[in-house]
């Protein structure tokens, strides 16, 4: 099991923007995560509204970063990335911070090569379904701002 700290050491989400507490289980397909952020009144994802569901997209993109350091080779480091699409999302709350118990984040990779990965998500809390859908992922691309 890896801890925040640990987390964060392999994503380059940082300080409060790193929303996972922890890895539960990993494999070569996928990586369960867990956190109790979502309830925190600072959370940085968080609005005058409360911490709406398709934040549940950034829960899941982040472990998809996750799993993505944890089958590299361990001298790559973090790979800036951006998600290029997500698809079939659902999302089956209003709210996140309402929710009392956990997340739970499950990705699991469905393709991927070189720079594109595609990735299945799953986020819940207490057994029930909170978000589902997939999202592409593309890897070491650099933004343009022009």
Known sequence: MLERADIAARIPHQDRMCV???????????????TGS????????????GLLSPCAIE????????HGALVAPP???PRPGFLASVRDVRLHTARL??????LEVQVWRLAGAGSQVLYQFRVSSDG??????????VLDTPLSLS
């Open 20 to 34: 996972l507490d922890r890895v539960r289980e990993w494999d070569a397909d996928g990586v369960t995560c867990t």
């Open 38 to 49: 979502h309830r925190d009144a600072d959370n940085p994802l968080r609005s005058a509204s």
């Open 59 to 66: 829960y899941a993109a982040q472990a998809m970063a996750v």
């Open 75 to 77: 001298e790559a480091g």
């Open 97 to 102: 911070d309402l929710l009392p118990g956990d």
């Open 128 to 137: 029930a379904l909170v978000a589902e859908g997939r999202a592409a992922v």
